[in-house]
């Protein structure tokens, strides 16, 4: 039962969160702060029940004895269950939140309707709003291969389903997440490493093959979890590391994710993570706090499979699977240590958890014992790697020479035959300590050295991701077919572009993207005297650039601030004050001072007359990336 310190301080983070939840509703639903509320209320209401349910489930038999202690008493079972549900119950109340601006501000309670906004404003960059149901399918999705997995993990805790059975639970129960990822996003493509791209591309499409890579990562996470384990709190310990690990990921990724566009590419995918890790690292962090040693409770292999899926869908479904193995490094070295005990070739016993020495209190690597003796091969093989400077492993021979036994290929094992015997939270704090440091490596390795492998990274410049978002072609020898937003056309290098459309019976590609001014031929002459061009401009080649330029518009259906136009101004100065030029989007002008606009947040390009004519034609530009310069 909760002690009266407890109950008091668990009812008073109780009502902090549910004031911080009320509050959000004064503002756009600031769902990130709400999912804070939710974490908070997650470890109240998990910390209860386990208190709570601890003896009722020891009345349901859904208890077990701790074998690493020298009264081996018998405590609750399977209690990860209670954080599962507890953890699905917060995700469902948490709906509406990441949608409420969608919902209310956006849509004035419509989901499905879209806001009606005026030509003017669509002409000028800003599209319709419509309400993000491929979010929302993709929570929901993840929400269903949580609750299927929760079902299995369930399941398995209480009929204790074998090995060979339980291998694929997690594959089944992330078919909704790969239903969604297939329907509402389908990239099945990989970057290729700058060093083979002369060779491979910049990407290689893998198809299914692709697919069948997400349903093993699926399977993977939460099976890598239930094989590292076997003391006390080292499930819980490892998720809570990997879920941290994770976090700090997303964090680094928005920081270093531009702010225009907005939202960035990288934005949603990065809070749909953070908003189910921070209720998971609520969730456990309760389960920590009666797994660890010495456990009150054990969590069982709902949790297992329940933390490794929540894994592997916020790495499946916020696009960064490459960056979730690295964290997962350690599990991925247990289980290739442990794969000849797994596939049979080593004696496999069913539990390979540490032997507990009664009489020195300590935890001592355990063993496993061959029958019938290795064969040559593998004898000499087992010797050498006993015989190693840092040993993989330690044997028992007889007097003959032959194997008896072995011990058993977990990460547990290993660190005790490297350090010998210790006590049991000495051994998780050292093999947990070992999944924090390479776990930041991995982490510093992907955000600071990714881009001397790879050309697409978070740490691009804003030039990069502009320009990347922007390509139409990429040629093998640098070649660049660029998309253009925004093309502004003044009188004095478009003649000859017009009439080069004309000669080859062609339109312009979008008018709609085309604006076009007079400005360089503009006296300075007072504009209260203005009636026509052909008046006002006394010069005679500047009054013909600006007649054909008027007449060129009119042929063409463009967009035109001519001289008796209020909004007629510097072609520069236009962009951005009539909203034609925007952050995020590339800008081309056929002068020399369209750089300029890059102080909006715009890739711009001054271009020359053949180089207009391409643009107007097709909307593209014909150029390669510049170098980026250290400073």
């Given at each position: ?25 004064n503002g756009e639903g600031e769902p990130l ?177 692709y697919y069948a890579y997400m349903a093993a ?125 797994l596939v049979r070739i080593i004696p496999c ?283």
């Amino acid at each position: 039962m909760l002690s009266r310190a407890e109950s008091l301080s668990l009812l008073t983070l109780s009502i902090a969160c549910l004031g911080v939840l009320a509050n959000t509703f004064n503002g756009e639903g600031e769902p990130l702060i709400a999912s804070l509320a939710f974490s908070g209320i997650a470890f109240s209401f998990t910390y209860c029940l386990i208190q709570w349910l601890g003896q009722t489930f020891i009345h349901a038999g859904l208890k077990g004895r701790d074998m690493s202690k020298v009264r081996k008493p018998e405590i609750p079972e399977a209690m990860g269950g209670v954080g599962a549900v507890v953890y699905l119950l917060i995700l469902i109340f948490f709906i509406p939140f990441p949608f409420y601006k969608d919902i209310v501000a956006a849509t004035s309670g419509g989901g499905s309707r879209d806001v009606t906004v005026s030509h003017e404003l669509l002409a000028s960059g800003r599209v319709l709003h419509r309400f993000p149901h491929s979010k929302l399918a993709s929570y929901l999705s993840a929400l269903m291969s949580l609750q299927s997995v929760v079902i299995l993990g369930i399941a398995d805790d209480l009929f204790d389903i074998r090995w060979r059975h339980k291998l694929f639970i997690p594959a089944v129960a992330s078919i909704p997440m790969l239903v969604v990822y297939f329907v509402d996003y389908g990239v099945t493509n990989v970057v290729v490493p700058l060093q083979l791209e002369h060779y491979f591309g910049s990407l290689i499409d893998l198809g299914w093959i692709y697919y069948a890579y997400m349903a093993a990562v699926a399977i993977f996470c939460p099976n890598s979890i239930n094989i590292l384990a076997g003391i006390n709190g080292i499930e819980v310990s490892q998720s809570l590391v990997i879920a941290v690990l994770l976090l700090v990921n997303d964090g680094l990724s928005l920081y270093s994710a531009p702010a225009v566009p907005y939202p960035h590419p990288a934005t949603d995918p990065h809070l749909f993570s953070i908003y189910l890790l921070l209720p998971f690292i609520a969730v456990s962090v309760a389960l920590w706090w009666h797994n660890w040693y010495p456990a009150k409770v054990f969590v069982g292999d709902t949790y297992c499979y329940f933390a490794g899926m929540v894994f592997a869908i916020v790495g499946i479904l916020g696009h960064f699977s490459k960056t979730l193995l690295l964290t997962f490094i350690p599990q991925i070295l247990n289980f290739l240590y442990s794969a000849p005990q797994l596939v049979r070739i080593i004696p496999c016993p069913r539990h390979r958890l540490p032997h507990f020495n009664s009489r020195t209190g300590l935890m001592e690597p355990s063993v496993t014992t061959w029958h019938h003796p290795p064969g040559k091969v593998l004898t000499g093989l087992l010797k050498a790697l006993a015989g190693l400077p840092v040993p993989l492993l330690a044997i028992k021979q007889d007097d003959q020479g032959n194997v008896v036994s072995s011990t058993n290929l977990t990460l547990l094992n290993l660190w005790l035959v490297w350090f010998g015997p210790q006590r049991e939270d000495r051994l998780a704090m050292g093999v947990i300590g070992s999944q924090v440091w390479i776990g930041v490596i991995a982490l510093y390795t992907r955000h600071k050295l990714a881009s001397l492998v790879f050309r697409e990274d978070n740490r691009q410049t804003l030039y990069d991701k502009v320009f990347r978002d922007h390509v139409v072609n990429e040629s093998q020898d640098g070649t660049v077919l660029l998309y253009i937003d925004r093309h502004l056309v003044h009188e004095v290098t478009s003649p000859q572009a017009f009439e080069g459309l004309r000669n080859a019976r062609r339109k312009v590609r979008r008018p709609d993207c085309t604006l076009a001014t007079t400005d360089h031929n503009v006296p300075t002459t007072p504009r209260k005297i203005f009636k026509n061009v052909g008046q006002f401009v006394k010069e005679a080649d500047s009054r013909l650039q600006c007649l054909t330029l008027e007449e060129n518009v009119k042929a063409f259906g463009l967009t035109y601030f001519g001289l008796g136009d209020n909004r007629q101004g510097i072609v520069h100065i236009i962009g951005p004050e009539q909203g034609f030029t925007l952050p995020g989007t590339t800008v081309v002008c056929g002068d020399s001072y369209t750089s300029t606009h890059g102080a909006f947040g715009a890739l711009a390009f001054g271009i020359g007359t053949s180089e207009v004519e391409h643009v107007l034609a097709t909307q593209t530009l014909i150029t390669k990336r510049s170098k980026n310069m250290r400073l």
